[in-house]
Every structure is written in C-alpha cells, then in structure tokens.
C-alpha cells in the first residue's frame, strides 16, 4: 500500500450564449439631476457579481467616472427583456445593450455639451474623471453632472439611451446537425496532480495550475474568482459528489451536506491562473463568456491524474475511494492474469 | 478571417479589477434573499410528495389536511386552470409533458401531488403530511439504454419510446461530417470506450424559493430566485391562464444559481395559491427539497469509437449519448443539441459522427447546471485523449496540440472555426506548469494552417 502521485491535463472549449443564438437582452441608461448614470434591465444577479462588471461596461462607453453608474436590474416592470442568467450569456449579451445604450445617451451629453461651449460634438471628449472638454483644450471642460443637468433643466433634452443586442436564431439541421449555435468560443487548459492513497482509495488534489482564453477579461477578479470557485466546483464533481450513489439506482439519495459531500477549504489546493487576453469579434470590448466552463477543464484533468497515478482507465465520476479500489483490484486481476 | 492574433485596445475601466457591488453586504451577513421578505398575512406553502418512483394515482385525500391547524387551503391537480402541462421551455416552443401538481400518474419519488398553505411553515409542514395517497405502483424503469429497449414501461404516452423526438421525427440529436464508417475503417487504430456522469445537485446556498403577493389591483408581483424572470413569468402565465401582464417577477441579490434556479420550480404553484387565498404566499425548497426533488445536472452515458492514425492525427469521432432525463423534458432537449453541437471537441477532426438521445427514466427530473451539454462532452473528450495517447504511445500534450483546431478549421456543426485560440491556450499551459514542448508544438498557432 503506497501513496502515488499522477498528473493529468485537460484542454476545453466553451460556447458563449444559449445554444443557437435568438436569446436577446435589453438595456436602457439615463442620467439622473442628482449627477447619476442609471443602467436598468432586468438581468438577474447571482453573486457572480453582473452589477459591478455591467457597470464598468458603461462607465467605459459613457467615460464617467464608475461611481457615477447605478445598475438597477431585477424587476420586470421596470426593467426591459432579458433573456435570463445562463448559458455564459450575461456579461456578452447585456454587455453589447449597454455598450449600445450608452452609446446613445453619451451622444446626447456631448451634444448638450457642444451647445454649451459652444463647439462641435465632435470635438468634445470625456476624461473618465466626471468631465467633458474640447479635445486638447483641458480648460474648456465642464462636469458631466452639470450638463446632464443642463440638458434637463436648460436644453430640454434627456441625456439617455436604449439598447438591445439581439444574436441572430439559428436553426439546427435534424439530419447532419448544421448550425451556427454560438457567438463565440472560449477555452481553457488545466494542469493537476493528484496523490492518490491506494489503501483508502483517497484521491487529494495537490495543485491545479490553469490558463484560460476568454476574449478580454471585464474584471480580473471576478474572472479569478469564476476560476477558483470552478476550481473547487471541479474537485466536487470528479471526487465526491452525486445524488444518486448507485446510480441509475435511486437508493440512498442525500438528503443534506452531511451526506451530499462537496469539497471543504482543507480539499482545496493553491490554484494558480493565468488570463490570454485575444479580444473576440462579436463580444462587448472583446469578452468572451466564463461563467460556467470554469469546472470543466479540472474535472477531467483530475481524473487523467488519477489514471496517470495508478496505470488504471478510469471513465466514470465521482472518483470515490470505492471506484478507486476497484479499478485497483480488477487491474490487479488483469495484471495476475 | 483574421490571419493575425487579434490585439487589445487600452481601456480605463473595463479591465480593472474593481470590488464586487455588494461585497461588503454580502461578508457582512447585510444582504437581503428572498427568503428574508414579510409581508402582512403572509402564508407559507409546503408540499406533499410522491413517495413511488413508478405508479398511478387512485386517490388522494385531502380532508385530514384540510382541517389540520392553521390551514388556509389545499391545492391539488382540481385546482390549476386550464390543465396546462409544464415545458421547461415553453416560451420558445419546447414540448409540455409535466404536471404542475400531479393527476393521473407520478413518474418519479418526489414528484408534487398537494400542496398546502399555511399560517406557518411547520403547520403547513405538518398538514402535508396528513394527505393520503392511494397508488397502484407501475413496473419502473431506471437504467437509460434499459429504458430504451423493447418492452420497457412507458412513463409518458406523449413519449412512446421513452425518448425525445427531434426535428424531422429524429430519436437523436444528430451530427453528420465527412464519411465516420469509412474512415473508422481506415484508421491505423480505433480506440473506444465509454464515460458516465453523476446526477449532481447544483448546491446553490440559497435554496430554490419565491414569495407571491396580490397587489390588490388584479396584478401578482412575485418575488423569486428565479435566474431566468421573463421566461418564468411567461410560464407561469400560461399555466394559470393569467394575461402575462398581469404578472411583474422581481429578484434581489439570488445566493447561487449554478442552472438550479433556470427551471420553472415554485413560481406556478405559489401564485396559484395567492390567487386562491387573497394573500401572499412563500413558497421555499428546504435543503431537503433542493437535494432530491429539485432538478439535479443530468447523469450523462457517452460512448466514444475514435479513429486514429499513428502520427497522432484523429480522422474519426464516433459518439452516442444518452442523457438521462429522469422523468419529464424540461430543458433537456436544449442540453443535448447543444451536447451535440460540441462534438468534437477543440479538436479539428473530418469525419464525426454523433446521436444524442434523450431519455425519460422514473428519476428525479434533471435540468440544467453550469455548463449544460458541455461538462460530460469535455469530461468524456479529455479523458478520451488521455487513451488515445497512450493507445499510439504518444505523449499527451502533443496529441492534443497536433489535433487542436485553428481558424478557419472545420467544425462538426459544419461552420469554420473563429475567434479561437486554444493552441495558444494549451501552450500557456504547457510554460505555467513547466512543460517542455519541442520546437515544432512551440511553433505552432491558431492563426496559422502550418507549424513553423
């Protein structure tokens, strides 16, 4: 009885958006009196952190500053369609309206602008710091606040947006399955070892080092935490957790975490990641979607790992300490034979 | 087609690492879920459940429930308008084939039969408990392929072969390229295997739930965990016979999500029973409930026959799955084409071959999760190359990058490869884990048709 190490690779593709397109979302941006940028949909967050990266996109296509974007989302009556959180889809579907709605409202802040200072929209620029001023002539500047104010009060004007990204529905051909059932493709690659305890049939992750393509990353954080909290989610779903133990059998179903076993902190080894940064054609400045290939890298990888470790052809997950010990003693039968 | 690595333009906010909105609020136990919402005369929903995986209905008796304390009102299949059934996809024309409570039949254990509302979740708990099922147990099938073989027993009429019917009266999802048999036959070598998945549990921390209030004015405003609220609200609509209108959906901060909240769960039931009562009323899973009645990621059964030269090229890919619906549709039908579609892979491969079956078994209906379709295709194709690898006595990493596909590459969708860099990626990987590549791996690029 040994304790064995392995290491495993795995290299995955991922669709961006809901399979064959046709799913739009919609967003619609005003600036306020009180000096706010409001983006309202109807998107739903999930901890993933939608608000925070939808309110960068916009900051970024308005060129204000990121505190004075307000995202207000949840709620059906106010907000417009969206297509639902799924399917990789938010941050490239809602990302593109508000990318288009902004565009919009920051059109009619500069015109506003130009009447003001009396110049041409064209010549005006935004500094990101809250103020728009004569391109070069930082001096002939004014708040973006102030002229969102006076196109309300003094112009008669509403500085605001309205925009929609709408991917075109494709159709999948029943016979030879010809499609375009994507926007765009990301792709990661992950790298573990394992040790594996060929008495217990324990199998410990030691590392997991992964590289992932996404277009261009909104936040660096958020992505980090998209890929460590799928890091984790990986090591579930290839060690411990089922809700069928026998499957197809429905017998001894959990029925809580104490018999539902998901990976704890001490399961966790240091994951290490890094981002390429290729931008992609059709998403908002390039991103691609991320949220829910995160697993499916790792879980294979582990698994390679495993059969890396003990010489064995393991196809199934969970990798449980009892799929481990047969896997040792029917390649102890075929060895013996 | 881009024949360069596209580049990235400077930016001021978009790639910055700023702090998460509501980071403070959710560390420090501040946010508010679902389940945090009181509204005046709130009633609260719990539901009595099929014990048998397999059997017909021939009673349910409602009366002991009725007079339990604190009971306001018992709701069964009598009580849904119109007879609608469920589709998990109904608002983009999937196929209805579920009960929202059940009437003549139930074809999984757990599957909702009563639902009784309550002044508290323990009355109404307790309530639920006192409804009696008489049932006429049904041979019950389990196993996918068994399901599938002649004589099996039927769980749905609408589905007389236990499977998804397709496009085009098509029993699979299909991919068709090039000419598999063919090349099969003409490979130095064909490596074949089989890989099997585990229903999981999406484990959200917030379980699936949602609170529906009449606003007094002929309109309902629900407020849910949903991850899909336009789609829901939709459904639910349809299913009680409601002019969509009427209906406003609304969701604060949702604990998790991980495709566990993307089917219609609570919402038709706990409106239902607002309309009944005048009163809002909360409707949310228990752990329990969230463990073996909500719908869990698939079990998924993918054979793999791949054809292979002994350089290391893969010139077929030959798949079957069958993907274990448990006992209704749902979104399952969208999982598979788009488990189809994936096939083969990253991989550039000239003849593949793929049928995906969905199939209908007395198990816990199964719905989607983080990466539907996609997770068991990567699982069964990464593990799969391992084999192939050291089926040709090559070295993994190489059989992956001299396979990998490039722009412009075919896919088994019959559309070119774009916007790809998964050569890049893995080479990445390679330097990260302090891999050596050879020269020629090294050289090589999405953006390029030859190494060098």
New interface residues.
Partial sequence: MAKLRGT????????TGM??G?DPTMALVHATSSGSFVVTL?S????Q?L??VL???A??TLGVP?EAVV?DT????TGP???????SRTTHRAGNAVIAAAKEARQEMLDVAAEMLEVSADDLVTD?KGNIHVKGVVEKSLPAAEVAAAGQFVYGKSISGRGIFLPPASK?D????????YS??A?????VEVEVDTETGAVRVLSL?????I????????VKGQIVG?AW?GIG?ALY????PY????DH?????LN?V?PGAAEMPEV?C?I???????GP??A?GV???????P???I??AI??ALDV?I????VTPEVVLRALEEKARADGA | MASEAPKAEALNVVGQPVKLRDLKKHVGGQTSYCDDLRFPRMLHLKMHRSVQPHAKLLAVDTAAAARSEGVVRVLTHADLPGGELWSGLATVGGAGDEPVLASDKVRWKGEAIAAVVARTPEQAEAAAAKVKVRYEPLPAVFDVEEALAAGAPNLIAHWPGNHYIFGDDHAAAQIRLGDVEKALAEADRVVENVYQTSPIEQAPLETIGCVAVPDGDGRYTVHTGSQSLSSTLKSVAAYLGLPANRLRFVSGSVGGGFGGKADLAVEVTATLAAIKTGRPVKYRYTREEEMFASSTRAAWRVYIKDGVMNDGRIVARKVTTYHDSGAYLRMSNYGAMKHSTHWPGPYTVANVWVDVYCVFTNRTPSGAMRGFGIMPASFAIEVQMDRVAKAIGMDPWRLRLLNAYRNGDMRGHHRAVKDAAMIETIQATAKLSEQNLTGDLQSLSSWRQKAG
Avoid at chain 1, 44 to 47: A, S, W
Avoid at chain 1, 174 to 181: D, I, L
Avoid at chain 1, 253 to 257: I, N, R, T, V
Avoid at chain 1, 291 to 297: H, I, K, L, Q, Y
């Fill in positions: 495993g690779m795995a290299a995955v593709n991922y669709p399979h064959l046709g109807s739903v967050e999930l901890g952190g608000k925070t309110a960068q996109i900051a970024e990121l995202v949840g709620d059906t009556d369609h969206c297509s639902g959180t799924g399917a990101g999948q029943p016979e030879t399955g010809e499609s375009a059932p765009t493709q792709h990661a690659c992950t790298v080092k992964s590289v992932y393509e277009g261009r990353q909104v936040n660096p954080e958020l799928g989610m779903h957790e089922t809700t069928a499957y197809p059998a429905i179903a959990p029925y809580d975490f539902y998901i290490q890094e390429l940064e290729y931008p992609s054609e059709t400045y390039g691609k949220g829910e290939m995160v697993a499916n890298a879980i294979p990888a698994v390679n059969n890396n052809c196809g199934e997950i969970p």
